[in-house]
């Protein structure tokens, strides 16, 4: 089944511990991204990878890394997480080949919470 | 990328069409009109897209009108599982054709 798989689904952490969420698509997609999700704010991009070793800055990047070494995996890691880094976050792909056409498909999402 | 305006919440009741409006009037010529729901707090669901033709597939129809300025979705038969926020976007290539800005979408509340 075609899919975007993020884990974990729910995280509880501490100030300043690093975290890494994990996202990983079975479709061979060139285009990765990720998006937070707050209340009133709606979805707001975080960072997206446009191939293997391309990323770039979304509307919200500060206080996020991601990378993308292989074409399935896009993590997104907090380094050292604050409070207001809770939030609802989604990883999405497509494919490239076809431009704007091409649908986004989105995960299930991570609950995270930082006290 | 151009701008949508949905009304905030629509009711439905069980079996009927629902019919979902958005205004993109500012939208350019190679823009497509993407429609997504999200149910609760899961991952954002795509049901359909188009650029000028009215789209149909097994989930809903899109309706563009002619000046592409507003756009309806329509659920010909809506169950109580379609309730959620619905969310049109206008996703195009003025910079960057892989952002999609979410706006604050419809509710959905379909009614037994």
């Known amino acids: 089944e075609a899919q975007v798989t993020q884990n974990p689904r729910y995280l509880i952490t501490v100030t300043g511990k690093k975290l890494t969420v994990t996202c990983s698509q079975n479709?061979?997609?060139?285009?990765m991204s990720w998006y937070r999700q707050d209340p009133g704010l709606g979805l707001r991009q975080i960072y997206y990878?446009?191939?293997?070793?391309?990323?770039d800055k979304g509307d919200v990047p500060e206080g996020y890394k991601v990378s993308r070494k292989e074409k399935r995996n896009f993590p997104l890691i907090l380094e050292s997480p604050s409070p207001n880094q809770t939030s609802l976050y989604f990883c999405?792909?497509?494919?490239?080949?076809?431009?704007?056409?091409?649908?986004?498909?989105f995960g299930n999402g991570t609950r995270l919470t930082v006290t | 990328d151009a701008k949508t305006t949905q009304p905030p919440s629509m009711d439905c009741a069980e079996g009927r069409a629902a019919n979902l409006p958005c205004n993109h009037s500012?939208?350019?010529?190679?823009?497509?009109v993407y429609w997504y729901r999200q149910i609760h707090s899961q991952g954002p669901q795509y049901i359909i897209h188009?650029?000028?033709n009215n789209e149909t597939n097994e989930m809903a129809s899109l309706i563009i009108t002619e000046d592409r300025k507003s756009s309806t979705l329509i659920l010909p038969h809506a169950t109580l599982r379609d309730t959620a926020v619905y969310y049109c976007?206008?996703?195009?290539?003025?910079?960057?054709?892989?952002?999609?800005?979410f706006g604050s979408g419809t509710k959905l509340n379909v009614k037994p």
């Open positions: 999405a792909s497509s494919s490239g080949l076809q431009g704007p056409g091409s649908p986004l498909h």
């Open positions: 479709m061979n997609h060139e285009y």
């Open positions: 990878s446009m191939n293997v070793e391309v990323t």
């Open positions: 500012t939208i350019s010529g190679n823009e497509y």
């Open positions: 188009g650029l000028k």
């Open positions: 976007i206008v996703r195009g290539q003025r910079y960057n054709f892989n952002k999609f800005y």
